[in-house]
């Protein structure tokens, strides 16, 4: 049974770092594509980034990219969201999710197994 389960979360000053993790279980992450998305209190669920196990191809939405790095460990079938320079606005639950298809964007409902989130928190 495929499992995503994310840890790292916390709360974090502005300008701060954090790196969550996203481990899988159930499957391996060589043949998936794993998308980090973020929803904040009342606002939409939205993608941040995602990798690909497939063709090694990552992306970044515009808000995060030059702060936020993700990276794959296929050993511990693991992905990673390193994230730096963290600003009030970063504030949400972060899930992973993962689905065996491509994707043209990062549209929620093309990704098919999901974590329960871990919260970060950028406050002073």
């Known amino acids: 049974q495929e499992q995503l389960v994310e840890s790292g979360g916390n709360l974090v000053q502005p300008g701060g770092s954090l790196r969550l993790s996203c481990a899988a279980s159930g499957f391996t992450l060589d043949n998936y594509i794993i998308g980090w998305f973020r929803q904040a209190p009342g606002k939409e669920r939205e993608g941040v980034s995602y990798i690909s196990g497939i063709d090694g191809s990552t992306y970044y939405a515009d808000s995060v990219k030059g702060r936020f790095t993700i990276s794959s460990d296929n050993a511990k079938n693991t992905v990673y969201l390193r994230m730096n320079s963290l600003k009030l606005e970063d504030t949400a639950v972060y899930y992973c999710?993962?689905?065996?298809?491509?994707?043209?964007?990062?549209?929620?409902?093309?990704?098919?197994?999901w974590g329960p989130g871990t919260q970060v928190t950028v406050s002073s």
């Open positions: 999710a993962a689905t065996p298809f491509s994707i043209r964007a990062m549209d929620p409902s093309d990704f098919g197994w």
